[in-house]
Each structure stands twice: as C-alpha cells, then as structure tokens.
C-alpha cells in the first residue's frame, strides 16, 4: 500500500511526478496535490507535468467518481483554465461551490465568452456573480462597441459625433484601446482633452464601470484634479489606487498627499515604496501638504493596528450631536492627520492632545501652525512626553526662549531632555524653576544648583 504523499521525501515526490507521466496513466489528483507543495522545485514539476496532459486526459480524469475538490477548484483557477475542461467542470457534483463563485466573480474578458456558452450549467448564485463581475460588464460594453463600423468609431473617438452623457466616458475609454491605431490614438486625445470638471461629473455617476476608473488611475493618464472622487468612488478598483500610489510622479503625489484619508492602508505603503515620492522627499515643494517618510511610516503602522481592532459602533449623545471631538473621535488614523495638516487652530488643539504619534507630528508639521500655538503646547501638561520630545528637536521652534523656558518648567518633559536646557535659562527662570513643586526633583536640584554658581 502506497504511503500517504505527507510521509515520502521530496525526492521521491518527484521520482512519483516522473514515473507518473511515464506511465501514460498519471494520477492527477496526486499531481494537484503536488502542485501545491512548498518546495519549489516540486510544485514547479507537478505543474508542468499537468500542462502536458491533453484535455481529453484531463476530462476522463475529472469525469471520475473519484476525482477531488482540490482537483476540480485546481482547474478552474484562472491561471489553469482551459475552455474545453470547463462544461465537465461546472456539472461535476463534486465540484466546490465557492471555487465555482471565485472562477466566475473574477472571470476575465478571455473566459467570460465561455462561461456563456455554458450558462446552463450555472446554479443562480454563479449567475448573480457573473452579472456583478466588472469584467463581464466590460464584455458587455466592447461588445456593442465593437460592432460600431469603423467609420464610424473614430467620428465618437474624434468627438464629432455627440455620444450620451451616461455612455460617453466607458466608450471613448473603449475606443482607446481599439486595435485600429487611429481611432485609439483620437479616442486617447480627446479624453485628454476634456475639463476637470466635466471628468468629475461625469466620474460621480454611481454607475460607473470599474474599467473607466482604473483607466483614469493609470499613472501616465492620472490627473490631480480627479483623485478625490476616483479615490472615494465604490466603482474604483483598489489594486488601481496600489499601483498608482506606487507609480505615481511628482505631479500626483501631491494630490495622493492631500487626499491621506482617502487611500486604504495598502495604498499607503505604496506610496511609501514609491522612488519619487522618497525622492521627493529630498527637496519637497514649499507649498500643499507635506508629509515626511517617517510620520508616513507611523500612519501605517497605526492603519494597520487599527484595522486589527474589532469593530464597536459608538452611539452616544455626544456623537449624535455632531460636537468637534465626536466627530474626531470617529475619524481614521489618515484621515486625523490630513486634519491636523490643513484644519484650525481649534482642530490643532484637541489633535495635539491625540493618542498617535502620527497625529501629534502632523499638528507640529501643519503649515498653518503659528509660534504662540507651539508656545502653548509646549506648555500644557495634558499631552503626551513624545509631543514635548518632538517639539524640544525642532530647532525651528527651540529658536524661541518661551518655548524653551515652558518646556523646562513642564512636569511632563522627559528629564533627559530637561538637563541640558536649563543650562540655556537666564538667571531668574532658573530661580522659578528651583522653587517649583511641580518640575522633577532631578531638574529642580539641578537648577537650585546652577542658581546658586552663578549668582552675584
């Protein structure tokens, strides 16, 4: 009796994947098994010997009472579809309900033709998922599109002739990819050529087809005026936002910077691994938003551990009443640190006092921060050491005496940061802080010390 495939060596696995094809019987429930090994070289040798087995081997063996789940969802994985497998694989009882749903919901424009040549077969879960799958309405629309003459394509490509408001995005973004170069090319110059504004009303339609969306996030195409409704839309595909976050040039990135609440927790890391965004952090722009490469880092790890967390709705009166700390209270990671950049001094000072380091750099980051704010921070004793560190770092707020002599007296200052800034306080700040029953008993020692030597 043959051992279980978990208790041979690697290299009998491949001995078997060899002996098995040399056989002219292979067993493919073995080989799919195989298939999907962590080593390497036997996942890689299983595949290839499946890719050599013709269909009419694939089906007898797929036909069989005892061919598996693993089997069948193997087959109809994208990567491994062939069309002629797929009747026998769609009517086969064995055949996994949720592989069936995966296969359909994410068929490509090259599968959805023969998933409608065997729409029988499809139970009405399968049907719902191929009528919500975004390639499928793609089909639809290069369907009507085209059977248009060509002729008369590149009139609608050139904009000679008027299309509907609801259809004229998805056809000229069709026509752009016409095989025919000229219509293409006209179709691509007068997308180019439309207003902002007419893109974004156009854009806001709740209808609007995935495929138009990705095409206006490509990042040779992408526009900054456009980033916050194709950046808050449903119909924008996620991986379309990745990948420009990550391709995105000096002209987008700061639309994407300006936009931080808008873009999910993957976006955000690409954007970080961007090579023009860390390049652009060298010399960045002295106006808009500007975030730096470590506070970006702590916005993803803090997205991050957010995203962990277990989802409480909060209901209380204070939030139904729609108060600024309700609303804060209810904000992301992101989006609190796109307020502390652009929002008030009102919405500074309940930021400042924010749990996240990410929140607490962007308020000292803002643009709009003015000294008597910093000033006034440095002095409160309700915000966390990390934000008194941050500011006693900035040689651009440590310029001023007030800040300085307001962090030493306050209680909450690290004593390591407080010991070399009392040697930078004139004689009568040192006396205050000396007599102060609040400063720790190291820096009013320290200071009573340093009084007394340079007393007259």
């Not at 003459?149 to 590149?154: A, Q, S």
């Amino acid at each position: 009796m043959a051992l279980p495939l978990e208790q041979i060596s690697n290299q009998e696995k491949l001995n078997l994947i060899l002996e098995s094809v040399l056989s002219g019987q292979p067993d493919l429930n073995a080989l799919v098994s195989l298939a999907s090994e962590a080593h390497d070289e036997i996942r890689k040798t299983a595949s290839e010997a499946i890719d050599y087995l013709s269909d009419v081997h694939c089906e007898l063996n797929l036909t069989s009472p005892s061919v598996t789940a693993e089997t069948i969802a193997y087959f109809l994985n994208p990567e491994h579809f062939r069309p002629a497998l797929l009747p026998v694989l769609l009517d086969h009882e064995s055949a996994p309900e949720e592989a069936v749903l995966a296969f359909v919901s994410t068929a490509t424009l090259e599968i959805i033709p023969h998933l409608l040549e065997n729409l029988d077969l499809l139970q009405t879960s399968a049907l719902v998922a191929l009528r919500d799958n975004p390639g499928y309405r793609r089909w639809q629309w290069q369907s009507s599109v085209s059977s248009i003459p060509d002729e008369k394509k590149l009139a609608l490509a050139r904009g000679e002739q008027a299309l509907p408001e609801e259809k004229k995005l998805a056809t000229l973004v069709l026509l752009a990819s016409d095989l025919n170069a000229e219509i293409g090319s006209a179709a691509e110059s007068t997308l180019a050529q439309m207003e902002d504004i007419e893109c974004i009303q156009l854009l806001a339609d709740p209808a609007l087809e995935p495929f138009v969306a990705r095409y206006f996030l490509n990042p040779t195409i992408a526009r900054p005026g456009l980033m916050p409704i194709l950046l808050v839309h449903e119909s924008t595909p996620p991986d379309a936002v990745q990948l420009l976050a990550f391709r995105a040039d000096e002209k987008i990135i700061p639309a994407l910077l300006e936009n931080l609440d808008l873009l999910k927790t993957t976006a955000l890391i690409s954007l970080r691994d961007n090579a023009t965004y860390l390049n652009w952090q060298k010399e960045p722009p002295q106006q808009g938003v500007v975030v730096e490469l470590d506070l970006l880092e702590l916005m993803i790890s803090e997205a991050e551990a957010e995203e962990a967390k277990p989802f409480t709705a909060e209901v209380d009166e204070e939030e139904k009443a729609g108060s600024l700390y309700s609303r804060i209270s209810k904000m992301s990671v992101a989006q609190r640190v796109k307020l502390a950049l652009l929002g008030n001094r009102e919405d500074r000072g309940l930021l400042i006092k924010d749990s996240s380091k990410s929140v607490n750099r962007a308020v000292l980051g803002s643009p709009k921060i003015t000294d008597s704010e910093i000033e006034n921070f440095s002095a409160m004793k309700n915000v966390s050491q990390d934000v008194l560190r941050m500011i006693s770092v900035s040689r651009k707020f440590m310029k001023s005496y007030a800040v300085m002599k307001n962090l030493v007296k306050n209680p909450r200052l690290p004593i390591d940061i407080g010991l070399p800034l009392l040697h930078r306080l004139i004689i009568n700040d040192l006396l205050a802080v000396s007599r102060s029953k609040e400063v720790p008993d190291v820096i009013r020692k320290m200071a009573e010390k340093m009084y007394k030597s340079r007393r007259p």
